[in-house]
């Protein structure tokens, strides 16, 4: 099985994705970027090239339809040299389907004859590293399992979030966090400052803010 050392003087791509615009203005361009740099510098290779995929999931395969997509046509096509190497910071920037899924398109992507190398656990793989190596197959597909594990709890956990301020919002129970000073920020009601000779009027615009509020959420 290669190592990292094995690589010297070979060119390589880099593949960085992010599913969310706060992950691009956050961490997560700058650490994926950097840390494929270095790599690159320890190893004596020449980073070729960058690619991204920003906001893209690649819970449901997104990213394969995107720039990674793009990518694996053209090495597919023999427009990229297949003597490349591929820098994934971890198998989860590859893929979060399922692990039927996702490993098949892997080691169809290994069997071009393209190297990929995942900077977290500093693994080189290529076709021959998965031929008779069990333990490196079933290393895999843990990882890939892991990430589509996490992605389906965190798709649930959002449903039903969404789910439960739908219906708050259908029994006019959803809340604003700044309301005008005769609305109680409790109960969302009138409060005394609106006991006045236009309360009947602040009631009215009360009932429209309250309405707006619940039609906003719908």
């Given at each position: 099985?290669?190592?990292?050392?094995?690589?010297?003087?070979?060119?390589?791509?880099?593949?960085?994705?992010?599913?969310?615009?706060?992950?691009?203005?956050?961490?997560?361009?700058?650490?994926?970027?950097?840390?494929?740099?270095?790599?690159?510098?320890?190893?004596?290779?020449?980073?070729?090239?960058?690619?991204?995929?920003?906001?893209?999931?690649?819970?449901?395969?997104?990213?394969?339809?995107?720039?990674?997509?793009?990518?694996?046509?053209?090495?597919?096509?023999?427009?990229?040299?297949?003597?490349?190497?591929?820098?994934?910071?971890?198998?989860?920037?590859?893929?979060?389907?399922?692990?039927?899924?996702?490993?098949?398109?892997?080691i169809d992507l290994l069997k071009t004859g393209l190297t990929?190398?995942?900077?977290?656990?500093?693994?080189?793989?290529?076709?021959?590293?998965?031929?008779?190596?069990?333990?490196?197959?079933?290393?895999?597909?843990?990882?890939?399992?892991?990430?589509?594990?996490?992605?389906?709890?965190?798709?649930?956990?959002?449903?039903?979030?969404?789910?439960?301020?739908?219906?708050?919002?259908?029994?006019?129970?959803?809340?604003?966090?700044?309301?005008?000073?005769?609305?109680?920020?409790?109960?969302?009601?009138?409060?005394?400052?609106?006991?006045?000779?236009?309360?009947?009027?602040?009631?009215?615009?009360?009932?429209?803010?309250?309405?707006?509020?619940?039609?906003?959420?719908?």
């Open positions: 099985m290669l190592q990292p050392r094995d690589l010297k003087g070979r060119r390589a791509i880099s593949y960085a994705r992010w599913s969310s615009g706060a992950q691009a203005s956050g961490d997560s361009l700058r650490r994926q970027s950097e840390n494929a740099v270095a790599f690159c510098v320890e190893a004596g290779m020449v980073l070729d090239t960058e690619i991204f995929d920003n906001g893209v999931s690649a819970f449901k395969g997104a990213n394969l339809e995107a720039g990674l997509g793009k990518l694996v046509d053209n090495i597919k096509a023999g427009i990229v040299d297949t003597n490349m190497v591929l820098i994934l910071e971890n198998l989860d920037r590859y893929s979060r389907l399922d692990p039927v899924d996702a490993l098949p398109r892997f990929i190398v995942t900077l977290q656990d500093r693994r080189v793989h290529t076709e021959e590293s998965y031929r008779g190596n069990l333990g490196n197959l079933m290393q895999s597909i843990v990882h890939m399992s892991l990430a589509n594990e996490e992605s389906r709890k965190k798709s649930e956990r959002t449903r039903a979030e969404w789910a439960s301020r739908a219906a708050k919002a259908r029994q006019g129970k959803v809340k604003v966090s700044k309301v005008p000073f005769w609305i109680d920020q409790k109960t969302q009601g009138l409060n005394s400052r609106a006991d006045c000779p236009s309360s009947d009027h602040l009631a009215q615009i009360g009932s429209q803010i309250s309405g707006v509020s619940a039609s906003s959420w719908g």
